[in-house]
């Protein structure tokens, strides 16, 4: 599990390049498990924060994987034996299209509770359909971290040189430590100025 400075971000000198972002993995779980204990009380402003800062944490992992991992694959392809090449490059592709199907799908969620709170629609229909979005995510979210754990990460690890981990280590914690200001650093979402802005206006 990774460490955290104080300020709550990630840092974890001694990490490996893909401990980092398995170790987010399990965080962003922890932060999924918030959101079904959110749906299961029907605290619709709870709804909306662990959803959100869910939503912020998994785009800020989805960022670095982007940026930093799967282009550092891509750039080193000549590395890769030819006979698995293609099965790493069709491995990532589907992996983004996961990834746009995550943020897609969030979005949706989180729309859906803020014009339930802020129009004073309907719980019994809409949160079911929030139900819907978030189990379709986990569902997909466990085989994709599944193939990033046991196949993409460990490639990456092995096609970057060693003595470059450390700056990559760096670019990944950099990007898991962007923070929407909305959260005013608090990474477990609790702190969010959206909601109070929401709220406010409702009252
Ligand atoms: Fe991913
Ligand atoms: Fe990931």
């Known amino acids: 599990m990774a460490g955290k400075d104080r300020s709550g971000g990630i840092d974890t000198p001694s990490l490996k390049m893909n401990s980092i972002l398995t170790a987010d993995h399990n965080e962003l779980d922890?932060?999924?498990?918030?959101?079904?204990k959110a749906l299961g009380n029907h605290d619709q402003p709870e709804i909306y924060k662990t959803l959100d800062i869910f939503w912020a944490r998994l785009a800020m992992h989805i960022?670095?994987?982007?940026?930093?991992?799967f282009k550092a694959i891509l750039q080193m392809e000549d590395k890769i034996e030819p006979g698995v090449r293609d099965s790493v490059k069709s491995t990532i592709a589907k992996l983004r299209v996961d990834h746009d199907f995550f943020v897609r799908e969030l979005a949706a969620a989180i729309k859906i509770v803020r014009d339930l709170i802020f129009f004073n629609q309907d719980p019994e229909e809409k949160l079911p359909l929030v139900r819907i979005k978030v189990r379709a995510i986990v569902e997909l979210l466990r085989t994709h971290n599944d193939t990033e754990e046991n196949e993409i990460y460990p490639m990456a690890e092995a096609l970057v040189d060693e003595s470059d981990h450390s700056e990559m280590n760096d670019l990944i914690?950099?990007?898991l430590n962007k923070l929407p200001p909305r959260f005013d650093g608090d990474r477990s979402g609790r702190t969010n100025l959206a909601i109070s802005i929401l709220l406010e206006g409702r009252s």
């Open 30 to 36: 922890g932060l999924l498990e918030e959101v079904f």
């Open 63 to 69: 960022r670095a994987e982007h940026l930093h991992l």
């Open 173 to 175: 914690r950099s990007e």
